[in-house]
């Protein structure tokens, strides 16, 4: 029963009457109601007293609109690096109150862009915007978003994006020269270097890192210690066994991706070098790979799931029509020191 003087109407006290049971504002009640968070724990029990004690009754909000819908489209679900970028695009997206509809994008045989039928259903389903981690859309496909002013942005991209448009990435000069400083700095001159495709900006920008570290250094850059070629571990295998077949062969290699450093264990092992003391191994990503193998690789943390949080909160800005100031966007890199380097051999010229 309400207390003498207090009111309410036919089908309940209002919520004025609650709040002036409970000593508080008629807005903070309304807050408790609407299971805000940013209320007093005491204040809410008050409240929550007040609302059973007089058998206030919930009406449900008919008018409370559902959250926000992002896509994430990735090349794929399958490997450790798209977990991270899962993992960091989800936590932000729930801290944001957003919704997250993850994707992949299947890619047509011999060609490294995906096919547009994923995009025909990202309209109909209601997207305020589309996180990408893959190769990236084709021309056609950036215009197709263009055209349904759709904002997107690209997390990590392969390729050089089209003018404006807006991208999250690791600093890959910076971690390639990291990488090879770190090589120069345990006495290693004859550094060679096995990467993944010629044309994906990432690798580019590492391999240019570690000239300008030789460079900086006063060491000769060697043409024949750069071995370009697929991403996997079976290419990484092949790219080493020619520099141990070379006259005077790599003391120490800098692999720019982790999921290759398995097929240069490989290709060491076949020839009976062990990793770090006939050879020094240094990665790129610091995948959880890099932890497992043995010995663990000294390799470049690549700050994966923060890339993906910043694009999410880059997207979420634009969703709410504000372009960023820049459209690239780096966060830094940093060297992971593991059991996979040390100084040359003794008697190693």
Request: net charge neutral.
């Amino acid at each position: 029963m309400p207390r003498t003087g207090s009111t309410s109407t036919a089908a309940g006290p209002t919520l004025a009457v609650v709040a002036r049971e409970a000593g508080v504002s008629v807005p903070t009640a309304s807050k408790v109601v609407n299971g805000r968070d940013d209320v007093a724990p005491e204040t809410r029990r008050r409240v929550t007293e007040a609302l059973d004690r007089l058998g206030y009754v919930r009406r449900p909000r008919f008018d409370a609109r559902p959250p926000r819908l992002v896509d994430l489209v990735m090349h794929s679900l399958e490997d450790s690096a798209s977990g991270a970028v899962l993992h960091g695009a989800e936590r932000a997206a729930h801290d944001a109150g957003l919704e997250i509809v993850v994707s992949t994008a299947p890619v047509r045989a011999r060609a490294e862009r995906p096919e547009r039928g994923w995009l025909d259903r990202i309209v109909p389903r209601g997207s305020a915007g589309i996180l990408f981690h893959l190769a990236g859309p084709s021309e056609p496909q950036y215009a197709w978003l263009e055209h349904h002013r759709i904002p997107f942005v690209l997390i990590d991209p392969v390729h050089e994006p089209p003018p404006g448009a807006v991208s999250v990435g690791g600093a890959n000069w910076q971690g390639g020269v990291t990488a090879t400083e770190h090589l120069l700095s345990l006495g290693h001159e004859r550094i060679a270097v096995v990467a993944g495709h010629r044309s994906t900006m990432a690798v580019t920008a590492r391999i240019a890192g570690y000239r300008s570290a030789l460079a900086a250094a006063g060491v000769r850059h060697r043409p024949e210690y750069v071995r370009q070629a697929g991403s996997g571990e079976d290419a990484a295998r092949c790219r080493m066994r020619e520099l141990l077949d070379l006259p005077e062969p790599p003391t120490a290699v800098f692999v720019c991706s982790d999921r290759m450093v398995p097929g240069v264990y490989e290709a060491l092992s076949e020839t009976g070098l062990r990793v770090p003391d006939d050879m020094s191994v240094v990665g790129f990503d610091d995948l959880p790979e890099a932890r497992w193998l043995t010995p663990a690789v000294t390799t470049v943390r690549q700050p994966l799931s923060e890339m993906a949080a910043t694009a999410l909160h880059l997207l979420l800005r634009m969703m709410d029509g504000n372009r960023p100031e820049s459209t690239r966007t780096e966060l830094s890199t940093r060297l992971v020191e593991r059991a996979s380097t040390a100084g040359p051999a003794p008697g190693c010229p």
